[in-house]
């Protein structure tokens, strides 16, 4: 007889380095490196990799009933849509493969589809193929998101037109703060039956599968410290970086026109591009708002910021796990 099977759906509001916890997942599972029991499916099980060489399993947006946009920068669609059917059928494939393996977990992780799935048709289907069912949130502090998704933008500024390096500019964009109302989406995700969990894990500066491994209970024992290679996912930029672009932007947009200025223009920005790179993967401080847009920020988001302490506070009565988990989580309401 085997084992009833946990399904876990990692499902991450944009610019919350969900890539990143999918690529540290993929290296574990590569290695084997992931706790007993716990399965994270690979390419050759889902729908082959990303560009960069990272698993995702972004077609359970398809599989709850809406559709992957393309916005043309954060690769929402790295990969064609798939029909619902046709991720029915594979997701019920990777599930019975898990159970034939003794796995008690299966992990899935789609960056950017807590808004883009639809909560009642992805619950539904999830149910179908596990004993139970986890949806995980991660939530990232609104001030470290906002920084990361304008540096984003500015880094390719010749393309995006963003060369304000401001919290205001960043809440320009009604769509970058409305990925991280966190209160709206707790009340998206809640199931009205109570039979999906929703629960939440910090993102911070420490290993992103140990916060999750740490969130849902499991044992960590045979989790690997390390993992080798080059990083799959680059952190933003330095604020040195991200102004020496935007001038560039600037002056492209101004004197592109003028015949060689583009040419030129265009291959200084790849160059400092690609420095800014090297430099924020050999460990370059990533930009970030002043103290004073962080409070400004802090304001804005103080509905959300209560709406995550009581989902913490519901999720562990007597509160976070000691260690690592409970300093991110001390950390995240920590006031500037």
Known sequence: ????????????????????????????????????????????????????????????????????????????????????QVVRDRLRRVADDARDAGA??????????????DPSGLRRELRTVADSV?????????????AAAL????????????????????????????????????????????????????????????????TLGLDAASLAVDTDGPAAVVPPPSREALAAIAGLARRRARVGWVPGVRRRTDAQLAEVRRAADNAALAGAAPFAFTDAERRMLARRFRTDREAVRAHVAWQWPEGAPAGPLRDAWLAWFAED
């Open 104 to 117: 008690h977990t299966l992990v899935l992780v789609a960056p950017g589809a807590a808004w883009l799935a």
């Open 1 to 84: 007889m085997t084992a009833p099977l946990r399904l876990v759906a990692v499902l991450a509001p944009r610019w919350t380095a969900t890539s990143s916890l999918a690529a540290e997942l993929s290296a574990r599972a590569t290695a084997g490196a992931l706790p007993a029991g716990v399965v994270y499916p690979l390419d050759a099980a889902w729908f082959g990799r990303t560009a960069d060489s990272v698993t995702v399993h972004a077609e359970l947006v398809e599989l709850s009933g809406a559709s992957r946009p393309n916005d043309g920068h954060g690769a929402l669609r790295a990969r064609p849509p798939q029909a619902r």
């Open 151 to 214: 540096a984003q933008s500015v880094r390719l500024a010749e393309q995006t037109g963003e060369t304000t390096l401001t919290a205001r500019a960043a809440l320009a964009s009604d769509q970058r703060a409305h990925e991280h109302r966190y209160a709206d989406l707790l009340r998206r995700w809640t199931d009205p039956d109570g039979k999906v969990r929703v629960l939440v894990t910090p993102v911070s500066g420490g290993s992103a599968v140990d916060a999750l491994v740490a």
């Open 134 to 146: 986890d949806v995980v949130l991660p939530v990232r502090r609104p001030d470290d998101a906002l």
